[in-house]
């Protein structure tokens, strides 16, 4: 079965400094790989999303993340946080049929 | 983007009371509604998958007779919480997929859910 590991629980950065958010997969096949934000309440929004072809991702927001297979990672990335980044974030693999999340990351933006 | 739409965003319920959650697609014919439960500081977990018209599978763990899930049409599904406990107070999220949709499910804002 696949799972997701997000190995930071939180994370606090200043802001306009770079980002990296980490994020390791367990899947049989070729992953659907995601990541979503969630603020204070509400629901998730989808940063970005990869299924194939280029493994680096371009998403909303000024966010990316890069696939590597030979690490079975899909880490994400900001090279300049601002503080409304500040929010819950959580890696997910797919498919949408049987959809697993990481645990999430908090992140705190310092001024 | 597609768009799902829950309601109510957060309700108060005695406990021993039932109450209902539902999840619409706003703009596409949902095939598929998937519903999460969220503790405070935790991950989504998956409560179940309900199809248009059949009955919802549920994961292990999850009372299907505590947690009714309806999914009678292709924009609207219901999770009932029945005979609500303080335990069962949670955030609760719905998403929704579709025909042509690839991989992708859309999420619903989230029902936060606070039993008394």
């Known amino acids: 079965a696949q799972s997701v590991t997000q190995p930071d629980i939180h994370i606090t950065v200043s802001e306009g400094a770079s980002l990296e958010l980490r994020c390791n997969y367990s899947y049989g096949a070729t992953p659907y790989l995601f990541w979503y934000v969630q603020s204070p309440g509400q629901g998730l929004q989808l940063l970005l999303k990869y299924f194939s072809g280029d493994t680096l991702v371009q998403g909303i927001k000024g966010f990316e993340a890069e696939f590597k297979r030979s690490q079975s990672s899909f880490n994400l990335r900001k090279p300049s946080v601002h503080w409304s980044d500040a929010a819950e974030y959580f890696c997910a693999v797919g498919p949408r049929e049987d959809m697993r999340f990481g645990a999430g990351t908090r992140l705190t933006v310092k001024p | 983007g597609a768009v799902v739409s829950q309601h109510p965003s957060w309700v108060i319920c005695k406990s021993g009371t039932s109450v209902k959650i539902e999840c619409r697609s706003l703009?596409?014919?949902?095939?598929?509604m998937f519903w999460y439960r969220q503790f405070p500081k935790q991950s989504l977990m998956l409560m179940a998958t309900s199809n248009e018209g059949s009955k919802a599978t549920y994961e292990q763990g999850v009372e299907k007779d505590k947690f009714l899930i309806n999914h009678a049409s292709l924009t609207l599904s219901t999770l009932t919480v029945t005979s609500a406990h303080p335990e069962d107070s949670s955030f609760y999220i719905c998403?929704?997929?579709?025909?042509?949709?690839?991989?992708?499910?859309?999420f619903g804002q989230g029902t936060r859910l606070t039993v008394v």
């Open positions: 703009d596409f014919q949902a095939t598929t």
């Open positions: 998403s929704a997929t579709g025909t042509g949709m690839n991989t992708e499910a859309f």
